[in-house]
């Protein structure tokens, strides 16, 4: 069954990309949607979740592991799949997001085959 | 630990060429152009452009911690849109307006800043990184106090001329 997927990320070019690449590692996906900052994002959540949050860390007003801790307290989010996509490589930050709640972590630049390895056990 | 300016430098280009590449589906590379750095605004012989001219993008992110200052690239703005277009899967011919130019601009900067972080990191300690900035105009330079200076003339896709650059002053250890 297609899963749908949520991309928050402040740059719209980026949020672009993100969806062109996850439409080239020719995944299941069905719904999109996408969200320019974590209380747009919250708000949308609030309203119908998400099988897939792909979520920039560095965001003006709030943090990506700010909306992370957020989502995680929504009881319908409970099942939503969290993967990071970030330029942020230092082990702390990556363990921090981790610990925070989401399920993975992407480096930008990134691949459709990137994004393949680190969707496709969460699609299953 | 101290960080040489020749491995900052390749560093910096490593990094852009990984973006370039990966994302942006451009060649990038060190421009070999003799005298350039006397005639900023020359021609080179191939009809490639030596420096980015007349009106530029500048996309820039600063970083502090154990190293602290700004990196940058400068492009003009044939140049961005083309990059902005690579980046989107666009044709040459489809219209993009200045906002995207200048949000991939600025993706561009914060890309080559993470790839060039990761590069770097081990020898040069942690760096916070801000968010990007982009600004559009002529003659701009970024610059940070007294910071050292690196700069790495490109050429992108064997048509347009850009601007790598780093300014960096690196912490010192305060005695007790």
């Known amino acids: ?124 | 630990m101290m960080v040489d300016e020749v491995c900052l430098s390749e560093a910096l280009l490593a990094g852009a060429i990984e973006v370039f590449e990966t994302m942006i589906f451009m060649d990038i590379r060190e421009s070999t152009a003799q005298g350039q750095e006397a005639s900023r605004e020359s021609s080179s012989q191939d009809g490639a452009e030596q420096h980015p001219k007349g009106n530029t993008f500048l996309g820039s992110i600063t970083f502090t911690g154990d190293m602290e200052g700004c990196l940058g690239i400068c492009c003009s703005v044939p140049c961005a849109r083309a990059i902005a277009q690579n980046m989107l899967g666009m044709a040459q011919t489809d219209e993009l307006g200045e906002a995207e130019i200048t949000d991939a601009i600025g993706e561009v900067a914060n890309m080559v800043m993470g790839s060039f972080k990761s590069r770097v990191q081990k020898r040069a300690g942690n760096l916070n990184v801000s968010i990007p900035t982009v600004v559009k105009g002529r003659s701009l330079d970024a610059s940070v106090g007294d910071a050292s200076r690196t700069v790495i003339n490109v050429n992108i896709a064997d048509e347009y001329a850009a601007e790598l650059s780093l300014l960096y002053r690196q912490e010192k250890k305060r005695e007790n």
Do not use: H
Request: aromatic share 2%.
């Open chain 1, 1 to 124: 069954m297609a899963k749908s997927i949520m991309i928050v990320d402040d740059s719209a070019t980026m949020r672009k990309i993100i969806m062109k690449t996850v439409r080239a590692a020719e995944l299941d996906i069905g719904e999109t949607s996408e969200a320019g900052n974590g209380a747009e994002a919250l708000e949308k959540l609030k309203a119908s979740a998400v099988d897939i949050m792909l979520c920039d860390i560095n965001m003006p007003e709030m943090t990506g592991p700010e909306l992370v801790k957020k989502v995680r307290g929504l009881p319908s989010c409970a099942k939503t799949k969290i993967i990071m996509v970030s330029t942020e490589t230092a082990q702390g930050i990556v363990d921090d997001v981790l610990a925070s709640g989401a399920n993975g972590y992407i480096t930008k630049p990134f691949t459709p085959e990137k994004f393949k390895e680190k969707l496709t056990p969460l699609l299953n």
